[in-house]
């Protein structure tokens, strides 16, 4: 009985490890890229640049972290001096037993400072 009770910890081990190096890379890499969103949208605020640079830039920065947006997925919204920059896409996880998509919802408002 205990010989079994070992293995069948060593596998839930095994199985926690693959977990955690199949989902970190996945979720640092959105936490990137949500980061890069937020900076964006602060910065572009009180910037020149078009929507359209926006866009590219923000396209760029998915690029730089692996994220699998299209351009139509990435949105950029201007309200009067608010900006509104958001992203919707899923990250396929393959597993052996269930692969699963994960979803990621990253998006940020630039609001000016009245006055600056």
């Given at each position: 009985?205990?010989?079994?009770?070992?293995w069948?910890?060593?596998?839930?081990?095994?199985?926690?490890?693959?977990?955690?190096?199949?989902?970190?890379?996945?979720y640092?890499?959105?936490?990137?890229?949500e980061?890069?969103?937020?900076e964006?949208?602060?910065?572009?605020?009180?910037?020149?640049?078009?929507?359209?640079?926006?866009?590219d830039?923000?396209?760029?920065?998915a690029?730089?972290?692996?994220?699998?947006?299209?351009?139509?997925?990435?949105?950029?919204?201007?309200?009067?001096?608010?900006?509104?920059?958001?992203?919707?896409?899923?990250?396929?996880?393959?597993?052996?037993?269930h692969?699963?998509?994960?979803?990621?919802?990253?998006?940020?408002?630039?609001?000016?400072?009245?006055?600056?």
């Amino acid at each position: 009985m205990r010989g079994v009770r070992f293995w069948i910890g060593v596998l839930v081990l095994l199985c926690a490890a693959y977990g955690t190096y199949k989902l970190v890379p996945v979720y640092m890499s959105a936490y990137e890229f949500e980061d890069a969103i937020k900076e964006e949208a602060k910065l572009a605020v009180y910037s020149q640049k078009s929507d359209e640079q926006i866009h590219d830039t923000i396209m760029k920065k998915a690029a730089e972290f692996e994220i699998p947006v299209t351009g139509e997925q990435v949105k950029v919204r201007r309200n009067g001096s608010d900006l509104r920059i958001s992203a919707d896409y899923g990250v396929q996880i393959d597993v052996p037993v269930h692969p699963f998509v994960l979803t990621f919802h990253p998006s940020s408002d630039g609001h000016r400072i009245a006055g600056v």
